[in-house]
């Protein structure tokens, strides 16, 4: 039995009050709620940075190469319909699967598309709830089955059917995540982007971190560096 299509980021509605036919794919469109919900609080991030540094030094670890080894899910935890069809899908939903395990479907964005073909087995991801009144991270999920055709592109009733598409040439993929663990904390969009503020500034791991470089994908890559630097943050006291 098919798993029920995933909701992943609306990265796609920029105001919950746009008429039906102004909604675009799940990437294709900004999600202005996000980028208000941003604002950095004022005077948070270099003390983390500083403190970032110092534990890695401590620990003797090196500057890692620009590769992309851990990923950043984006799924919408309220209700949406879309087609009239409910998109949620909370970390809650994904602990109430079997196994704690499900498929990660309707990504229809070329890129984000490329991201999911390119993970690898074991890799983790955050798990970010998107296009809600507080965006951020809320667990570690990890890949448990590699790309393979997205079997919603090809059914009639859900949202995410592509006529176009064909069975012996799938335009689209998905892969299966597993839940692994809750973060120590809720780490709000916005206290990461006070991070990633001042790391512009002064040359830390979030500088160019695709979620505010390409804030409209679903499925965003991460460094080893930024990576660890965001999982830091469960270790602080929230700003």
């Keep these: ?47 983390g940075w500083k403190n970032w540094k110092k534990k890695e030094s401590e620990s003797g670890g090196e500057e890692s190469k620009i590769t992309y080894c851990h990923w950043l899910l984006k799924s919408e935890p309220e209700s949406r319909l879309e087609k ?18 499900t498929c990660w479907d309707g990504v229809r964005n070329y890129q984000a598309r490329n991201f999911l073909r390119s993970m690898k087995l074991g890799q983790q991801a955050f798990f970010y709830h998107s296009n809600c009144k507080e965006p951020g991270i809320v667990a570690l999920v990890k890949i448990v089955k590699e790309a393979y055709p997205d079997h919603t592109q090809f059914d009639q009733k859900d949202p995410h059917y592509d006529s176009t598409s064909r069975k012996e040439n799938p335009k689209w993929s998905m892969v299966d995540v597993q839940f692994v663990r809750m973060t120590k904390r809720f780490i709000p969009l916005s206290e990461i982007k006070a991070h990633h503020l001042a790391h512009k500034a002064d040359g830390g791991p979030l500088k160019d971190m695709m979620l505010f470089t390409r804030q409209r994908l679903s499925i965003q890559p991460l460094t080893k560096e930024e990576f660890d630097f965001v999982l830091s943050l469960e270790e602080e006291k929230p700003h």
Excluded: C, H, Y
Aim: hydrophobic fraction near 25%; charged fraction near 40%; glycine fraction near 4%.
């Design 84 to 101: 009239g069809v409910d998109v949620k899908f909370s970390v809650d939903d994904l602990k109430a699967q079997p196994n704690q395990t």
């Design 1 to 47: 039995m098919p798993w029920p299509s995933r909701k992943r980021d609306k990265g796609a509605v920029a105001d919950k009050k746009e008429p039906d036919a102004k909604i675009a794919k799940t990437e294709e469109t900004s999600n202005k709620e996000e980028e208000k919900s941003a604002k950095p609080p004022a005077g948070s991030s270099k003390s």
